[in-house]
Nanobody, 127 residues
Framework: QVQLVESGGGAVQAGASLRLSCVLS????????MGWFRQAPGKEREFVAH????????YYSDSVKGRFTISGDPAKNTVFLQMDRLKSEDTAIYYC????????????????????WGQGTQVTVSS
């Protein structure tokens, strides 16, 4: 059974950086493309970033493009989200998600495109 465990969240000041990590286990010989979503209080879950199984393709929401970077370490089954120049509106619970390796992202993906989810890690940015 596939499991995802996020870490790296915390409370920071605006302008600071954080790096989130997500470790995937139980995937046997399967390949996955990975994504990050977030959910702020009182709001729906929204897409943040996606990386293809090869790592060669990435896709970002407009709200984080240029500030966040998604990357992966296949040898460690880990995907990262480097978050720079954080803003108060980035405050949310951040979720890691895994999708079939063949998922092609040409427009903003939805939550339903991903099959497996982590429990989330809280990011709080104060201004």
């Amino acid at each position: 059974q596939v499991q995802l465990v996020e870490s790296g969240g915390g409370a920071v000041q605006a302008g600071a950086s954080l790096r989130l990590s997500c470790v995937l286990s139980g995937g046997a010989d399967s390949s996955f493309s990975m994504g990050w979503f977030r959910q702020a209080p009182g709001k729906e879950r929204e897409f943040v970033a996606h990386i293809s199984w090869s790592g060669r393709f990435t896709y970002y929401s407009d709200s984080v493009k240029g500030r966040f970077t998604i990357s992966g370490d296949p040898a460690k089954n880990t995907v990262f989200l480097q978050m720079d120049r954080l803003k108060s509106e980035d405050t949310a619970i951040y979720y890691c998600a895994a999708a079939p390796a063949m998922l092609m992202v040409e427009t903003t993906p939805s939550s339903s495109d991903y099959d497996y989810w982590g429990q989330g890690t809280q990011v709080t940015v104060s201004s």
